[in-house]
């Protein structure tokens, strides 16, 4: 059994900044961790992740803005969201991957007004 719990999330201004956290109770170890997000009518996109080793990859859209952290591990992740803009708004996803297989949060919403 994998349980994600999410927290975080939330109203915000352009140009403010959000934490997104995320914990797996899980027995096991995971291969990645990483936060997707999704917008009405669209599909579920990377945001950013981060693999066993530590190593961080980010989609160019958040790249200086959002910072990912934690460890596959302790099976902790969050995401540190700076100069948020109204684009970043969506549901955002906590996902572990482990051999193949998608685990997933319940989604928290993040909404940033102009």
């Known amino acids: 059994q994998v349980q994600l719990v999410e927290s975080g999330g939330g109203l915000v201004q352009a140009g403010g900044s959000l934490r997104l956290s995320c914990v797996a109770r899980?027995?096991?170890?995971?291969?990645?961790m990483a936060w997707y997000r999704q917008t009405p009518g669209k599909s579920r996109e990377l945001v950013a992740a981060i693999n066993s080793d530590g190593f961080p990859t980010y989609v160019d859209a958040v790249k200086g803005r959002f910072t990912i952290s934690g460890n596959t591990v302790n099976k902790t992740v969050s995401l540190h969201m700076n100069r948020l803009q109204p684009e970043d708004t969506a549901v955002y996803y906590c996902n572990a991957f482990l051999l193949g297989a998608n685990f997933w949060g319940q989604g928290t919403q993040v909404t940033v007004s102009s």
């Open positions: 899980s027995r096991y170890v995971f291969n990645a």
